[in-house]
């Protein structure tokens, strides 16, 4: 049978393609590079990506999914007819699925310590108990495994009925809902004693820790959280119908993404210099100290669950996408073979993650590149394949796609003024091209003498 994929409303889409990019990347994975990066300066460069690259970028995706109305793969073939470039699309596709293997897993832990809290396990611990506890639950090979397979399953079951059903309805309040937890957090994060340290941390920018592995990581940093170049975006915009306002719904999801990036950061880094803890915690930062942050407010608990509910919820979203891009292509439309499809990639995910899951455990010794296997997985992602895959697409747009056509198509339904088109033109064809190849080539060691 043939599916109807349309998004029913305009906030529909922008909620699912906001879903999308709303997820670890801005929660959990900005305050932990962030801290092992050096702080303010990370998160000036970041910005500067995401408006320079990452916003231009999202736009380009936008674009080429809404003009063809295509799938991820078949969309770089109605532009480029006889060529190689649907490469683009393979290469998304491969990205979300080594992506979704080890998202899942951390998706798994908020799943644990959701499940933790409710039965009052996490009530009144210090926070070195915090601390030891969710080491203790992450090196766990069956909790963590499980865990996983569960957040899997979640994303499977959405995916194989058609996102847009699952997503649009949930995230109307669920979005609003999230935002409002964090000033809740922010507000008692920010008066703790000492709390000013961390606010300099995130904020006042120490250039001289820049280095190229950091500048690389904000890169890769700006392309994840907005989950650009991987054609997700090229996806989720195929379903909208033609007339819709495209750089508006780009701005107001880079806007959406850099606010939830601050607040996260608000939240975690003044709590951790008040507790006299290393920024540099790596991946468990987050779930080693807001914890404790909760736990000095009144029903800190109850507002412990609501956060992780809708932490959890946010990640879900993510999820669905990067499934999403593989199944499209996959079944062309026809539902049962969604089903089918959705169930058979999703489960090889799962098993391709365990490793991943285990590296906070048993494995923990094995390493790659120097990397424990969940490192390895996520640098070739975030540090190598996103940027590559942004790239392609910074080539693509303003090779094969004629101006004036892109001109047409981001007029359609928006007022978007000459200057802003040529600004944005330039950015696409010049700045993001040169500079990601740059940064690539400055961590390959090319400058250095
Ligand atoms: N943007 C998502 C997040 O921040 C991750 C993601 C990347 C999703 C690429 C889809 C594609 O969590």
Known sequence: MKENQQWSSKLGFILAAAGSAIGLGAIWKFPYIAGVSGGGAFFFIFLLFTLL?????????????????????ESYKSIAPSSKWHSIGYLGMITCFILLSFYSVIGGWIILYLVKTIRGDLDGLSQQEYGELFGAT????????????????????????GVQKGIERTSK????????????LIFRSV?????????????????????????????????????????????????????????????????????????????????????????????VLLFNVLPTVFNQMTFGMVFFVAFLLLFLFASLTS?????????SVLSKGDTKARTKWSWIIGLIIFAVGVPSALSFGIWSEVSIFNKTIFDAADYLVSNILMPVGALLISIFVPMKMKKSHLYDELTKGNALSKRLFNVWYFLMKYVAPIAIFLVLLDVLGVWKR
Request: net charge negative.
């Open 53 to 73: 690259l990452g916003l231009p970028l999202l736009l380009a995706e936008f674009l080429i999914g809404r003009s063809t109305q295509k799938d991820a793969i």
């Open 138 to 161: 992450i090196s766990d090979p069956v909790l963590s495994i499980g865990a996983h397979l569960i957040f899997m399953i979640i994303t499977i079951v959405v995916v194989a009925m």
């Open 173 to 184: 309040f669920m979005m609003p809902a999230l935002f409002i937890l964090f000033l809740v």
């Open 191 to 283: 008066t703790l004693s000492g709390a000013m340290e961390g606010v300099q941390f995130l904020f006042y920018p120490d250039f001289s820790k820049l280095t190229s592995e950091t500048i690389l990581a904000a890169l890769g940093q700006s392309f994840f959280t907005l989950s650009v170049g991987v054609s997700v975006m090229v996806t989720y915009s195929s379903y909208l119908p033609k007339d819709s306002n495209l750089s508006q719904s780009a701005i107001s999801i880079v806007g959406m993404n850099i606010m939830i990036v601050v607040l996260a950061g608000l939240a975690i880094f003044p709590a951790v210099f008040s507790f006299g803890l290393e920024p540099n915690a790596g991946p």
């Open 319 to 327: 999820a669905f996408s990067m499934l999403e891009i593989i199944v």
